[in-house]
């Protein structure tokens, strides 16, 4: 009885000895398929039977779907500039200036208190080179709306004091002027070319990290009622743009500027995969206006506030549709209202062009030849008319810098 019992022992112990040497050897043929390294895995005994698994070939970039940038960014990234400005802003001394139970118990203006200060602030951003010669534009909000002092500092590291050429607060865009010469640039691009899901590069200096690239696809295009600036024709893109970032270079494949980045939706203010860039065709308006006459000069009909037009509205205004803009305000004295335009309009069309929301009826109107005559479509009463505008130079909102 003893003795079976000892031999039924020894039989289970082999049987769990060759199960472990065999589930060993599964573990060391199993980790071949997962080899780590780039090496290629030790060879197999050859013993007639296939292979157990071979690790795919490398996917080639093509396939991969990520482009080939290395050459456009090392032919771009000397055109872009790091931009830092200091301006003297007039701040009540008051320590109190922004405490709302100061201003809830007290009132007015806390300067007429306890005086005021000048305080200097500063501002960080990037630039792009226009011109060998030393044009170079970057955003409105880099520079401030005072008087600056700025510094560009280009790509062999010099820093050059820059004079502020002209701004535009509409676009938010700003021309400065260096003194030197040979400087790298960028070519200009045909921003009307590009399409949705182009590849694009995005080049700056965010955080203050100099000449940083980022890679993405143009998101959308023509974006407008962001409220970012007044003029909003935006090109969006998920290519990260960060604090810094702003006055940038958006480039294309070819190497060629199509935007200026200028803001980014964020609710942490950081990346969040939707940055705004303006259109180098309208970079390259403003520039050529601010080069001839430090301002952008643009068409207006007179002060006239439009609203989009919701369904409650197109009831109310008997519209048979939603498309169009409402005239909401507007001032007696304008050249709309002396044309016969009134509030509770519906904007339709601008010299053919239909209207669909408030951002293009002010680029329409902005766009249109100062000293023409805009021939406005507009629904009233459920008929439709054409009314004739004249259309006056747009009185600039910031003054002339020289």
């Known amino acids: 009885m003893v003795k079976r019992f000892l031999l039924f022992v020894l039989l289970v112990a082999t049987g769990l000895v060759t199960g472990l040497a065999l589930s060993a050897r599964v573990a060391d043929r199993e980790s071949v398929v997962t080899f780590p390294s780039d090496e290629a895995p030790p060879p197999e005994p050859t013993t007639g039977a296939a292979p157990v698994a071979q690790r795919p070939a490398a996917l080639p970039a093509a396939v991969a779907g990520a482009p080939d940038f290395t050459a456009v960014a090392e032919r771009t990234l000397g055109a872009v500039t790091n931009i830092s400005a200091v301006q003297v802003a007039r701040r009540p001394n008051s320590p109190f200036a922004n405490d709302p139970f100061f201003q809830y118990f007290f009132g007015g203006d806390p300067g007429e ?72 640039v960028v070519p200009w691009g045909d921003s009307s070319k590009l399409k949705v899901a182009e590849w694009v590069m995005a080049i700056g200096n965010p955080f203050s990290l100099n000449q ?27 290519a990260a743009i960060n604090p810094g970032n702003s006055g940038g270079a958006l480039i294309n494949s070819r190497g060629e500027l199509v935007g200026i980045n200028t803001a980014i939706f964020s609710q942490s203010g950081g990346y969040q995969g939707i940055g705004f860039a303006v259109p180098s065709n309208l970079v390259r308006r403003v520039v050529d206006d601010l080069k001839q006459y430090g301002e952008v000069r643009r068409g207006s009909i007179g002060y006239v506030e439009v609203s989009p037009l919701t369904t409650r509205l197109a009831e109310e ?19 709309a209202y002396e044309a016969g335009l009134r509030p509770g309009d519906i904007i339709k069309a601008v010299n053919g062009q239909a209207v669909a929301n408030p951002s293009q009826f002010v680029r329409v109107v902005a766009d249109t030849d100062i000293g023409s005559t805009a021939r406005i479509e507009v629904l009233r009463d459920g008929k439709t008319s054409t009314i004739r505008v004249a259309v006056e130079r747009q009185q600039p909102r910031t003054p002339r810098r020289r």
């Open 113 to 184: 208190m306890f005086g005021y200060g000048n305080r200097y602030e500063s501002s960080l951003g990037s630039g792009v080179v226009l011109s060998a010669d030393g044009y170079v534009v970057t955003n409105n909000h880099v520079v401030g709306q005072n008087n600056a002092e700025v510094t560009v500092a280009i790509g062999d590291r010099r820093e050059l004091r820059a004079k502020i050429v002209g701004v535009d607060s509409w676009t938010d865009l700003a021309l400065l002027k260096v003194d030197a010469t040979n400087l790298p």
């Open 317 to 335: 205004l008997r519209a048979p549709g939603t498309d169009g803009v409402v005239i909401t305000q507007m001032s007696r004295g304008s050249g």
């Open 212 to 238: 940083t690239v980022t890679l993405g696809v143009v998101s959308a295009l023509g974006r407008a009622g962001v409220g970012i600036a007044t003029y909003e024709d935006f090109i969006q893109t998920d």
